[in-house]
């Protein structure tokens, strides 16, 4: 067994604080959702999703995939949000597995009365705190870490195998 290739103190300041702004900038916006609009984070998320999509529609497995989630957890906001009229569900008629959720009328205001206040606690707790180029910087790098688990998601056999296939060489 090889030895693991432990972190140096300024891989470990990173990983650190990775963790800790996440955590408070996760619970920061949680509360402000959760005060303002009777929202979780997750929900809002749907909710934007939903919005965005085509139609206000789109399959559970494709929202899943989206916020990054399981379709059980899933499954549980969308009746969270069901039973206070803001999405609803239906059947998909060309795959009887298939399930849709849709953004309703209800919906699209909440959205549009909970944005304003989600936009500014997002200013408050990051962008505002960070320079124009740190936020290039972690756009860059927090999105190559979002491409790469992706990938390896997608294709857990090939990326394991083949180790420059998750970069994508």
């Known amino acids: 067994m090889t030895e693991p290739r432990w972190l140096d103190d300024d891989e470990k ?7 800790s702004a996440t955590n408070l900038v996760n619970r920061k916006l949680e509360q402000q959702l959760k005060d303002d609009a009777g929202l979780s984070h997750t ?19 494709e929202l899943a995939d989206r916020l990054v989630t399981s379709k059980s957890g899933l499954t549980y906001q969308i009746t969270q949000l069901e039973r ?4 609803s ?11 849709f959720a849709d953004i309703t009328d209800q919906g699209r205001e909440m959205l549009r009365s909970a944005a304003p206040g989600h936009v500014e606690a997002v200013r408050q707790a990051l962008i505002d705190v960070l320079t124009p180029e740190q936020l290039t910087h972690i756009a860059a790098g927090l999105g190559e870490v979002s491409r790469r688990l992706r990938t390896e998601a997608r294709c857990p056999s090939q990326t394991a195998q083949d180790p420059q296939a998750a970069q994508g060489a």
């Open 13 to 19: 300041a990173a990983w650190i604080a990775f963790l």
């Open 43 to 61: 929900q809002y998320e749907v909710l934007v999703q939903l919005n965005a999509a085509p139609d206000g529609a789109l399959r559970m497995t």
């Open 84 to 87: 206070a009229g803001l999405v």
């Open 89 to 99: 569900r239906r059947s998909c008629p060309s795959d009887v597995r298939g399930v």
